[in-house]
């Protein structure tokens, strides 16, 4: 055989062999890398932040009602308040009954700024003679302002809608002579706002102010205020108006 021959086909075997093993040799390097990867990933969950563990959330406080929300005995609401060492929430779950069921129709869940109990309370503030849901979501004024978190209850829906702006409002009521409902905000003087309800929000129409005198402005539907009438001579401190034309007192 011719030598130059020989010594070619030599040479094509080595490389042959050399090509063979190199894929072999990445993927054992592949999985010694992928190895490595999980050996790293499952030290992970050992690691624990002792300095720092998890606060235990308990309920501390339970409300239910199916006699007397929205339609009677064909809703249900329930609240339930839950507190750990650094934080507070309100979770108000609302049921209908369909075949006989509670099937949950919405929910709601809020963070709660207040030491003393929801109080939970059921009442109709937008006069279809169904009763709606109140509870006390904060502490403000060192109590004079009892401030709520509202939920009127639609009854074309069937569902609770949360008033999201309520919580502007303190010691909220049903206005019968207005129709309407009056918030009571007491500072270093007060104000009576007058309110109506307009979708998930409660929109001011007028407000009766007692600082440094007394102030009646009307609102616009922007919002824009005008003040209607003043009198400087007022010495009034705390008093609730039930209207604001002419102006009547509770």
């Not at 040479?11 to 190895?35: F, G, M, R, Y």
């Not at 369909?98 to 869940?109: A, H």
């Not at 207040?114 to 003679?129: R, V």
Request: proline share 4%; charged share 25%; aromatic share 10%.
């Amino acid at each position: 055989m011719n030598p130059h021959l020989a010594l070619s086909l030599i040479l094509i075997v080595l490389l042959s062999c050399k090509e063979q093993q190199a894929p072999q040799a990445l993927a054992a390097n592949a999985a010694d890398t992928v190895k490595a990867v999980a050996v790293i990933d499952s030290t992970a969950p050992l690691v624990e932040d002792t300095a720092h563990p998890a606060d235990p959330v308990e309920r501390t406080e339970f409300f239910a009602d199916s006699l007397h929300i929205g339609k009677r005995g064909l809703n249900k609401i329930e609240l339930s308040l839950y507190s750990s060492a650094d934080t507070s929430y309100a979770v108000i779950q609302f049921f209908s009954k369909q075949s006989n069921k509670w099937v949950l129709k919405n929910e709601y869940q809020y963070e709660r700024r207040a030491a003393i109990s929801c109080d939970p309370k059921l009442s109709d503030f937008n006069n279809d003679g169904l009763k709606d849901f109140t509870y006390i979501s904060m502490e403000a004024a060192r109590g004079a302002n009892e401030v709520r978190r509202l939920f009127i209850y639609d009854k074309a829906r069937d569902m609770l809608i949360s008033m999201q702006n309520a919580e502007d409002y303190p010691n909220m009521q049903y206005n019968k002579e207005l129709n309407c409902i009056d918030a009571f905000l007491v500072y270093g003087g007060c104000s009576t706002m007058f309110l109506r309800i307009k979708g998930d929000s409660l929109k001011p129409f007028a407000r009766v102010e007692l600082v440094d005198g007394l102030t009646v402005s009307t609102y616009d539907k922007q919002g824009k205020e005008k003040i209607i009438f003043q009198d400087s001579t007022e010495k009034a401190v705390y008093v609730r108006y039930k209207n604001y034309k002419p102006l009547k007192v509770y």
